[in-house]
């Protein structure tokens, strides 16, 4: 315990010593208004980036996975090619007879 607070003492010190200059003070808000500005601009680009996401995904089923629905797009075309040679293969017996 008492080495944390002789640590925070010391950081406390260091940085009272450091923002005791005016040109470390405005450095410092230039730096930290700088910082902020990134980080806004990283999070309007993230809220963009998933707002064109969305409105990619097909809107039918409210996937946003555009692979599940290619693959439930082959797969009604396997189910209906399926049935087609069955139907055909039915058609032909009869025909046979």
Same mark, same amino acid.
């Given at each position: 315990?008492?080495?944390?607070?002789?640590?925070?003492?010391?950081?406390?010190?260091?940085?009272?010593?450091?923002?005791?200059?005016?040109?470390?003070?405005? =450095? /410092? !808000?230039?730096?930290?208004?700088?910082?902020? $500005? @990134?980080?806004?601009?990283?999070?309007? *680009?993230?809220?963009?980036?998933?707002?064109?996401?969305?409105?990619?995904?097909? =809107? /039918? !089923?409210?996937?946003?996975?555009?692979?599940? $629905? @290619?693959?439930?797009?082959?797969?009604? *075309?396997?189910?209906?090619?399926?049935?087609?040679?069955?139907?055909?293969?039915?058609?032909?017996?009869?025909?046979?007879?």
């Amino acid at each position: 315990m008492g080495m944390k607070r002789y640590a925070l003492l010391g950081l406390g010190a260091a940085g009272y010593a450091y923002f005791k200059n005016k040109d470390n003070r405005e =450095k /410092a !808000t230039v730096a930290f208004n700088d910082t902020k $500005e @990134k980080i806004n601009q990283l999070i309007d *680009q993230a809220k963009q980036s998933m707002n064109d996401q969305e409105s990619q995904a097909p =809107k /039918a !089923t409210g996937s946003y996975d555009l692979e599940d $629905e @290619k693959m439930k797009e082959e797969g009604a *075309q396997t189910a209906v090619h399926y049935f087609n040679e069955k139907q055909e293969e039915s058609s032909n017996k009869t025909n046979q007879l």
